[in-house]
């Protein structure tokens, strides 16, 4: 272990690593109700030759390497469960280019949303990222390879359909790129080249991320949210289907909740709208909330309450806070948008079940072909009754989503064997051979998409 | 001590760690708090800190060097109560400075730390310099000592002793006097403010300190307070009154402010600089003072005044609070903040960076000579420009 | 168990009905207006039960003192022919339901400020206009206790106003007040029009916000530098329901220095912010809010106004934009004053 440490400090340098009780115990914890895991050692590389160096490393030595981006997953997606190097992204933070023509920005692995949210506004005005509702430190790479979703995913599709390219270190050390960057063409595009898309969704198990170009999109002058609100939740997938054919906003979601009180029982919709002018935005309301919605208001099963210029930042960290307790875990559900009402009425039950207040959303994924359903489940971090029961509430969550047609988006270690027991063999026999044949010695991420012989 | 004996027992666990407390404001650099800035990792950032406390009062982790470390190195600058979105923010410093109060008891802390105490309570500054040497500054400067002026001039432990922060000192000194202020300062007989120790968690010597001050300044009858540096300020405007210590106190910035208004202050000398001013946090997100220092800078003749992109409450510490400044957790890096700070002068265009406190001219200055600026950033504290557009040379 | 006292008499021997002729959103003649109103009277449908906007203006337009606007609502619950929709109404029922336990209550023997439901604009009470004042209801958190729930008039729901409002006046009570200025002239309209229309029992002097003011800019008068601004006031809904304190607005413009600028939509006049009309469920609501915003804002520009003077939160909510983008500036009364004796408002730039 020392010869490693060494092996380690000479790559990185003395600053940034780690074994001491400090950095193995904040790097053992996920922000959700993961159960803790120590790594050996704590790495912060910051160039993609000190990660291929590390990589080359732990290969030879056959020892487990977690790949950390933002660390908000909150579904344990980089505890260290079999120890190893936690290796932390977040110094290769480099803005490397944005190309305001073609609309792309291609930047390093440990870039924050918050740093290219604020990148933009200060010097590309007319361009825009799909923003994560997460905090904004999560890491742009990591949304992305996990099929994170954003403001943009109605319009656009999920975050990780918006690359145009990737930077990757194999697990055997190698550095490969994907899409027209591969053939010297620069970063605008990941098609048409022979698909060989093999690392998202993959949980950090066949390799690390360490450049990404993403779509950008037209950031138009006016943003802001107008706020639509019914007491059925048998008519949201009927809304979403109306709002979404109108092709006039950004960002569709739907939620309920039951703090603060007037919110429970009823579901909110925010529709975000974004025009260049005062004309464009009346013609969108116009279409939206009195063409599409106008019979429904005035049946009163639905009721338009305004528009607010200017989008909220996300600020989810607040709801972890409403038992004044630090902590919450949200199963996100990759959900039929007709499945909404169940959705709610099972997940009410389930927290009703473990005595959370519950909170649900549904956000709308491309032209309602899919939404994010997230159950949320708030615990506090001093009374571990509480983060018992979020962490059942989780695993019966895991079930829900399953049963209702749907999949988990990001699952921990008990939804992935849920989705694992369900699949197809051939592709899993498929999933088998792809992670042997980049991770031979099996040290990503291991615990993660581990398929069974 | 256990969880439940801590202070913050029933709130230290609602940190959820979602790191807005990196950011400043418009969250342009996750490089916003001084500590996660200098080592970049998770264990150094403001969440970190919450969480090691609480393991550490959990039994958890044990007390090591490195804990007390991670905890000392944060500088106080609030960056993170400014940007935390929780109803915990306006508790954040007090948890951290009750954790070092605890390792402080338990006689566990930083080596610099305890050399940096051991100091102010032998000496009564954090240079081991005898006491008789603080009024040197005034001597030179020709300033009187104070005996029922108008205003108290308290210039500080590093106005009195640094030899650089001494040359601003004395500028103000001589600005004021020529303003016709009506004030004087108490040299060898000047106290330590004790921010720096109550932000390091010594509430004991700090107590002692701000009682004695009091009743030090009510014995000569002074009425109204001007200080250099802001720390001084910070100490005397929040912490002394809840000791019965009310004074009228302005950060000197202030003063300069209503001097000019009231005409008494005339800058007249064309200086021709393009100056960027750096927000001090104690008298910037500690005492919202954005406005003064700025104001003064305005009014002199030929300058032109711009903005680095972290500025106001998004301002990056110079890495000088909590006692920082003489413990020095956060330098020998080229990720130290102040070395990252002065580049962020510099992309500006500036020639000048100008201050308003004496550690962060020291500092910044450091850093200036560090990164191989010289020839094209100067630091400088507001004063020496005020002064030198006045003239005094 | 309150009934309000409404007696149709009156509106027989009304001369005008100028409840309905006046009303700015319906267009009627004397004979049809008298028809509607004695058809509500009588507790029958009519269209104006459909199509009011629920202005309040109708209260101060009664010449009998006969609260034509209290019955059009209790109708519209009886009726159940609510002007919003049901998840409207659900909403904003359950936002008034205080849910992070019970208030301090401080014993203060004597005047006070009542914030009512707008703790979080406790900016707006700073200074030296409001030294030394205790203040009831500052906690945002516990602020639905002081809730005056006069809101509901927009929302058909008489019922949940005289469930709760009751209990809210015991609450205020029991800090032992004699006089209470209200911070928002509906809680001043609540204690002084609705309660005793409604038989409900107040145990203390409600004081207009804009009479304190003057009265305090009076004492504070050596202080008082004309701010030279031309203004306009927005008018709220619930300023209809205390029509006698309405000269306060000119008594205050005049003893600061500010000039209204003489416009169509002001005094009786007045428009609706909108806010309360655009999620109505009639066809073309929020079209028609905004047309009337338009207009509304339109004659405060044409007439050269610098700044809009607010009184309501919700209206500062709704128009703070719009106005801005017109170039008028948005301000409270109670800033403007504060401007006038040399302080600057948080929100002043």
């Excluded at chain 1, 996990?146 to 656009?156: C, E, N, V």
């Amino acid at each position: 272990m020392n010869n490693l440490f060494q092996a380690l400090m000479d790559i990185v340098g003395e600053d940034h690593i780690s074994n001491r009780q400090e950095e193995l115990f904040i790097y053992s914890w996920d922000l959700g109700t993961t159960e803790p895991h120590k790594p050996d050692f704590v790495v912060s590389p910051r160039t993609t030759k000190e990660i291929q160096k590390i990589m080359e490393l732990a290969n030879r030595e056959k020892i487990p390497v977690v790949p950390l981006g933002g660390g908000l997953s909150l579904a344990g997606l980089a505890v260290p469960f079999k120890g190893g190097i936690l290796v932390d992204l977040k110094r290769m933070d480099t803005i490397i280019e944005v190309n305001e023509q073609a609309r792309y920005a291609l930047l390093e692995c440990g870039v924050s949303q918050g740093q290219l949210t604020s990148y933009l506004e200060r010097n590309h005005p007319h361009l825009t990222h799909s923003e994560p509702g997460a905090p904004p430190t999560a890491t742009i790479a990591g949304n992305a390879a996990i099929h994170g979703q954003g403001d943009l995913s109605q319009p656009y599709g999920f975050n990780s359909d918006m690359i145009n390219g990737l930077e990757i270190v194999l697990p055997t050390g190698e550095v490969c790129c994907f899409g027209s960057c591969s053939i010297g063409a620069g970063w605008f595009t990941q098609h048409p080249l022979p698909d060989v898309g093999l690392f998202l969704g993959w949980t950090g198990t066949t390799g690390i991320i360490t450049k990404i170009s993403l779509r950008l999109f037209p950031c138009k002058k006016i943003r802001g949210t107008a706020l639509f609100v019914v007491d059925d939740e048998d008519q949201v997938p009927e809304i979403y289907y109306k709002i979404t054919h109108t092709q006039m906003c950004e960002d569709i979601v739907a939620f309920s909740q039951t703090i603060p009180p007037y919110a429970g029982g009823l579901h909110h919709f925010t529709v975000n709208l974004a025009a260049d002018s005062e004309k464009e935005l009346e013609l969108k309301q116009e279409i939206i909330f009195d063409d599409a919605l106008g019979k429904i208001i005035q049946q009163g099963y639905g009721g338009y309450l305004g528009f607010t210029p200017g989008l909220q930042h996300p600020q989810i960290s607040k709801t972890s806070d409403w038992r004044k307790g630090g902590g919450f875990e949200y199963v996100g559900g990759i959900m039929p948008v007709s499945q909404y009402p169940e959705c709610y009425r099972r997940g009410k039950e389930i927290s009703e079940r473990h005595n959370i207040p519950y909170t649900v959303l549904g956000r709308c994924i491309g032209a309602a072909h899919a939404m994010m359903f997230s159950w949320t489940y708030a615990f506090n971090r001093s009374d571990p009754e509480t983060i018992h029961h979020a962490r059942e509430a989780m695993r019966e969550t895991d079930e829900l989503a399953l049963e209702l047609g749907g999949t988990i988006w990001k699952p921990g270690i008990y939804g992935q064997k849920l989705v694992m027991d369900r699949m197809d063999p051939n592709t899993l026999e498929l999933m088998k051979k792809i992670k042997q044949l980049l991770d031979p010695n099996g040290i990503m991420n291991p615990g993660n998409w581990e398929v069974k012989s | 001590m256990s969880l439940a004996d801590f202070e913050y027992g029933d709130i230290i666990h609602r940190c959820f760690r979602c790191g807005y407390c990196k950011f400043p404001v418009n969250w342009m650099d996750v490089n916003n708090c001084p500590a996660y800035a200098r080592y970049r990792m998770e264990s150094y950032s403001c969440g970190g800190r919450l969480w090691l406390t609480r393991a550490w009062l959990m039994n958890e982790i044990q007390w090591t060097d490195h804990l007390a470390h991670i905890l000392y190195s944060c500088t106080a600058c609030k960056n993170c109560e400014v940007k935390c979105p929780l109803g915990i923010n306006v508790d954040i410093l007090n948890m951290i400075r009750a954790a070092k109060k605890e390792m402080v008891e338990q006689g566990k802390i930083p080596t610099a730390a305890r050399d940096f105490l051991e100091s102010i309570q032998l000496h009564g500054n954090p240079y081991r310099i005898p006491k008789s040497k603080r009024g040197v500054w005034m001597d030179e400067a020709g300033i009187e000592r104070y005996q029922g002026q108008e205003y108290l001039y308290h210039v500080g432990c590093v106005g009195a002793y640094d030899t650089r922060a001494r040359e601003a000192a004395k500028k103000l000194g001589r600005l004021l006097q020529k303003c016709g202020v009506s004030f004087g300062a108490l040299g060898e007989a000047e106290p330590c403010d004790g921010n720096e120790v109550n932000h390091m968690g010594e509430e004991g010597l700090f107590e002692m300190m701000v009682e004695d001050n009091i009743s030090l300044l009510n014995s000569l009858g002074v009425k109204k307070v001007i200080t250099l540096s802001p720390h001084s300020y910070n100490a005397i405007k929040n912490d002394y009154p809840r000791y019965g210590g009310k004074f009228r106190i302005l950060h000197y910035t202030q003063l300069l402010e209503k001097l000019i208004e009231a005409n008494r202050l005339n800058p007249t000398v064309e200086m021709r600089i393009k100056v960027t001013y750096h927000d001090p946090c104690f008298l910037g997100r500690w005492n919202a003072e954005y406005d003064a220092p700025r104001s003064v800078l305005k009014s002199i003749p030929g300058v032109s005044l711009v903005e680095m992109e972290r500025n106001r409450e998004s301002s990056l510490c110079c890495g000088g609070g909590g006692g920082n400044f003489s413990m020095d957790l956060l330098g020998g890096s080229p990720d130290s903040p102040a070395r990252r700070r002065v580049h962020e002068a510099l992309a500006t265009g500036a020639n000048i960076l100008a201050v308003a406190c004496p550690k962060c001219l020291i500092i910044l200055e450091d850093a200036v000579k560090v990164e191989g600026l010289d020839d094209k950033l100067i630091v400088k504290d507001i004063a020496e420009i005020a002064a030198e557009s006045c003239g005094i040379m | 168990m309150y009934t309000l006292k409404f007696d149709e008499q009156k509106c027989l021997r009304c001369p005008t009905h100028a409840c309905l002729t006046k009303c700015r959103y319906m267009d009627m003649d004397k004979d049809s207006a008298g028809e509607e109103i004695l058809r509500i009277a009588r507790g029958e449908d009519s269209f104006v039960l459909h199509d009011c906007v629920t202005c309040y203006a109708c209260e101060e337009y009664c010449p009998m003192n006969n609260h034509p606007f209290y019955l059009i609502v209790q109708r519209q619950e009886e009726l159940n022919v609510p002007p919003l929709p049901r998840p409207l109404i659900r909403r904003g029922i359950n936002m008034g339901v205080p849910f992070r336990g019970d208030p301090v209550i401080e014993e203060l023997n004597g005047k006070a400020l009542l914030m009512g439901a707008f703790s979080d604009h406790m900016f707006l009470i700073q200074g030296r206009l409001f030294e030394g004042l205790p203040v009831i209801s500052s906690d945002p958190r516990k602020m639905f206790h002081y809730f005056c729930q006069l809101m509901y008039l927009h929302y058909s729901r008489i019922s949940v106003i005289n469930e709760r409002l009751p209990k809210i006046i015991n609450t205020i009570s029991m800090h032992n007040v004699t006089e209470i200025i209200c911070f928002h002239d509906e809680c001043y309209g609540a204690y002084t029009s609705y309660c005793p229309a409604m038989g409900i029992d107040v145990p203390f002097k409600p004081i207009h916000l804009f009479e304190f003011l003057y009265n305090r800019l009076l004492e504070l008068k050596d202080q008082i530098r004309d701010v030279n601004l031309r203004v306009a006031y927005q008018r709220p809904c619930s300023a209809r329901l205390s029509p006698d304190k309405h000269h306060f607005v000119e008594d205050i413009f005049r003893l600061i220095g500010a000039e209204p600028v003489p416009r169509k939509y002001s005094g009786e006049d007045a428009l609706c912010c909108g806010g309360a009309i655009e999620g109505q469920r009639r066809e073309g609501s929020r079209k028609r809010a905004l047309d009337i915003q338009r207009r509304n804002i339109s004659d405060m520009a044409d007439a050269g106004a610098e700044v809009c003077v607010f009184n309501c939160p919700a209206c500062y909510h709704t128009m703070e934009h719009s106005v801005a983008q017109k170039g008028i500036k948005p301000v409270y009364m109670s800033d403007l004053c504060r401007l006038a004796i040399g302080e600057r408002p948080a929100r002043w730039r």
